[in-house]
């Protein structure tokens, strides 16, 4: 069974500082799809980024990067000039190409963003 | 932008009731799931949604449970008779097609269930 862990309960990190989030996956796969998911205290959960496991090329959307690892199963997640909006619950999570939108979680990491 | 929108937020019921949890997926959606996270706990998948039918469930998602798409805007989740391990945040959401490549899912803000 596919397994998602992500190691760190909570990160604390300055304004403006950088932090960088842990995720590890266990998977036999070899086409799959990796994402990270924001969840504010509103609690709907947004996607942050997403990484297909064919690409060696490293997803960036804006302030956030992944740094994807394949053959050592890991996909961090890195927020650059943190800002005080991006305080929340990120969420790593795991498909194989062939469950479309069945997602594996991660159990999460809280993300404190000090001024 | 469009959104999911779940009711009720939240739901306080006793054992052995049922519920029904409701959800407006995005107008163009065509793919709809249903996951839950139990307090302190991982989100799970429960149950995929295609073309009125079931295309997957969990094992969690056993006899109690039950999805409908009533009419051609909501989507419920049912829970028949509820037991205190359902206590959870259930999260609905949908996508536009079944794949995940550019099809991510678009998650709704949650009803939070409370088994008392």
């Known amino acids: 069974a596919q397994t998602v862990t992500q190691s760190q309960p909570e990160m604390s990190v300055q304004e403006a500082e950088t932090v960088t989030l842990s995720c590890t996956y266990d998977?036999?796969?070899?086409?799959?799809?990796l994402f990270w998911y924001k969840q504010p205290p509103s609690r709907q959960m947004i996607l942050v980024i997403r990484?297909?496991?064919?690409?060696?090329q490293n997803a960036t959307e804006n302030r956030f990067s992944v740094n994807f690892q394949k053959a050592a199963k890991s996909f961090s997640l890195k927020i650059s000039d943190s800002q005080l909006g991006d305080a929340a619950m990120y969420f790593c999570?795991?498909?194989?190409?062939?469950?479309?939108?069945?997602?594996?979680f991660g159990g999460g990491t809280r993300v404190l963003v000090k001024p | 932008e469009p959104e999911v929108t779940q009711t009720p937020s939240h739901q306080v019921t006793q054992m052995g009731q049922e519920v029904i949890l409701r959800c407006v997926p995005i107008s163009n959606h065509l793919y709809f799931y249903w996951y839950r996270q139990i307090l302190g706990q991982k989100v799970e998948f429960l149950v995929s949604f295609y073309n009125n039918e079931i295309s997957e469930k969990s094992e969690i998602f056993d006899d109690q449970f039950s999805v409908e798409r009533p009419d051609g805007s909501n989507f419920t989740l049912k829970i028949r008779s509820t037991k205190l391990e359902d206590s959870a945040m259930y999260f609905c959401?949908?996508?536009?097609?079944?794949?995940?490549?550019?099809?991510?899912?678009?998650f709704g803000a949650g009803s939070r269930l409370t088994v008392l």
């Open positions: 998977t036999s796969e070899s086409d799959y799809y």
């Open positions: 999570a795991y498909t194989i190409k062939a469950a479309g939108n069945k997602l594996t």
């Open positions: 959401a949908s996508s536009e097609l079944g794949g995940p490549g550019a099809n991510v899912l678009t």
């Open positions: 990484q297909e496991a064919y690409k060696q």
